[in-house]
């Protein structure tokens, strides 16, 4: 079955930049839309963003000038980098698998990766 | 941009209970709405997409509805593995602020 998998450091320090890596199995990452998504300590799901295999994006507009994600089709790969992060971008983090048709149906995010914890702290 | 609200924000019910929540968008968003469950420590579960599908393998007592800025995921009798929380979504992007559902 499909499975993604998030991977990165778990600590980043203030001022630095976030990264992470989703790594997908089970299923070719093309003709799908792969989202980030975060939920701080105790709080809700904040959408980040997502981009399609073919590598156009869709941000979040409160984190958009911090934000720039990738995609690497050759290694079933997509990836999320935050920059200048502050006490405020810890969270989980998530990965997730949307579905959209041709046509536009929009069908959920099916498949999501675990999640990992992300620290901002010095 | 496209806000969206969740009430209750907290819900007490029992087993057996029917359960309703409400999803509503600042704007017309037709029925692109998707349905989440979280449990405590996991990812969330997608239960009902196109604000009334069900997803595959998703028990028959979830439902939606709703259409336009108003929708609802109902669970016709709770049982102990539905209390957990509950998160509304708009076509592929944000999400509500979700509903916490625990044992009255």
């Known amino acids: 079955q499909v499975q993604l998998q998030e991977s990165g450091p778990g600590l980043v320090k203030p001022s630095e930049t976030l990264s992470l890596t989703c790594t997908v199995s089970?299923?070719?990452?093309?003709?799908?839309?792969w989202s980030w998504i975060r939920q701080p300590p105790g709080k809700g799901l904040e959408w980040i963003g997502y981009i399609y295999y073919s590598g156009s994006t869709n941000y979040n507009p409160s984190l958009k000038s911090r934000v720039t994600m990738s995609v690497d089709t050759s290694k079933n790969q997509f990836s999320l980098k935050l920059s200048s992060v502050t006490a405020a971008d810890t969270a989980v983090y998530y990965c997730a698998r949307g579905t959209v048709t041709t046509t536009g149906y929009y069908y959920g995010m099916d498949v999501w990766g675990q999640g990992t914890t992300v620290t901002v702290s010095s | 941009d496209i806000q969206m609200t969740q009430s209750p924000s907290t819900l007490s019910a029992s087993v057996g209970d029917r359960v309703t929540i409400t999803c509503r968008a600042s704007h017309n968003i037709t029925t692109w709405l998707a349905w989440y469950q979280q449990k405590p420590g996991k990812a969330p579960k997608l239960l009902i997409y196109k604000a009334s599908t069900l997803e595959s393998g998703v028990p028959s007592r979830f439902s939606g509805s709703g259409s336009g800025t108003e929708f609802t995921l109902t669970i016709s009798s709770l049982q102990p593995d539905d209390f957990a929380t509950y998160y509304c979504?708009?076509?592929?992007?944000?999400f509500g602020p979700g509903t916490k559902v625990d044992i009255k």
């Open positions: 979504q708009r076509y592929n992007s944000f």
């Open positions: 089970g299923a070719s990452i093309s003709s799908y839309y």
